[in-house]
């Protein structure tokens, strides 16, 4: 029990140094035009969703089984 919970503040130790160094950087966010857009079509070229539809929809989404 002592080598898991070492291992294991190790692991918070080092992720939060990283995390927090990164954060300083300023590399962890993308930016605020990318956000507004969505990370879909800013980053990866497409949509996962048709917004267009969701949107005329009347505030509920019909899921079809396969």
Known sequence: IVGVL???AWTCGTSALMFFG???A???R???EDEQTGLDDSHHGGSAYDM???R???GTVKV???
């Open 6 to 8: 070492a291992i294991a």
């Open 22 to 24: 990164l954060s300083k």
């Open 26 to 28: 300023g590399v962890l």
């Open 30 to 32: 993308v930016s605020p």
């Open 52 to 54: 267009q539809t969701m």
């Open 56 to 58: 005329a929809n009347t």
């Open 64 to 66: 079809e089984a396969m």
